[in-house]
């Protein structure tokens, strides 16, 4: 059985902050890299933030000194926290567990909206 359970989305002011989490299972959250995807409605599916089996991080640009993305292997979870959100966040995040060259597993999705 391989669980993946995230949790933290909401809403949220413009300037504001929320805290995203994802589980995994032991069996196999230290064999992937992680990541954190996006998808706002009629746009494609957006690579917002990995985390490496190592701890070493990529951000893309619209995200970048906003976002922070970790990983904390004793409790194999990965973390995405989002200060100073603006509108155009929103979105449905999605966490990932990564090979090499393709997405492993994917979580269910947990909704982020800003809006004032």
């Known amino acids: 059985q391989v669980q993946i359970v995230e949790s933290g989305g909401g809403l949220v002011q413009p300037g504001g902050s929320l805290r995203l989490s994802c589980a995994a299972s032991r069996s196999i959250f230290n064999l992937y890299n992680m990541a954190w995807y996006r998808q706002a409605p009629g746009k494609q599916r957006e690579l917002v933030a990995t985390?490496?089996?190592?701890?070493?991080?990529n951000y893309v640009d619209s995200v970048r000194g906003r976002f922070t993305i970790w990983r904390d292997n004793a409790k194999t979870t990965v973390y995405l926290q989002m200060n100073s959100l603006k509108p155009e966040d929103t979105a449905v995040y999605y966490c990932a567990l990564l090979t090499t060259t393709n997405v492993a597993y994917w979580g269910q999705g947990t909704q982020v909206t800003v809006s004032s």
């Open positions: 985390a490496t089996r190592g701890g070493d991080t």
